[in-house]
């Protein structure tokens, strides 16, 4: 089974159809079981709800949704507290907390709500991740993200640059 987890903010449904897009892009290249993982504030409607259901059903895959104020609250309150963000959403610390929020799992891939998919996330999946984890991003950078990026950098126990 391949876990794999996205973050979700907003209750206009703007990023819930960017989501709902990756996964259907997944789970057309995709042979493997997966479970998507959708990390997610007070905001989710259960219209989205019911919508990243029915996609993950009509492939006979499954969806879990985490609600991470609920689980991890504390910790994100400290982030923010270290960090502000004038934007104040907490979602940019998703990645930090994973290990909070899943705890039973050993790996997870964590995805963003625009990521398209064109070949199987199993390839992904079954990189060897030995010796630590994996940080593949490419993105703009702004002074807020800098920060971010380099505090991630701080916590984790091995970065490997790919690109």
Sequence with gaps: MIHAAYRLWGGDGFYAKMLGTSMVSMFENTKEKV???I???DRLTPDN???FCYIAGQY???VEFHN???IAGATLRKFEAAYPNPSGINVAWYPLIIHEVFPDLDKIIFLGADTIFNLDVAELWDY???GGGLWICRRRRNKITQKFFSFMHEQSCQTR???
């Design 68 to 70: 991470v104020e609920e």
């Design 60 to 62: 006979n895959q499954q």
């Design 35 to 37: 479970t998507v993982h």
């Design 49 to 51: 709800r019911g919508k």
């Design 128 to 130: 060897d991740l030995t």
């Design 161 to 163: 640059k790919l690109f």
């Design 39 to 41: 990390m997610h504030n």
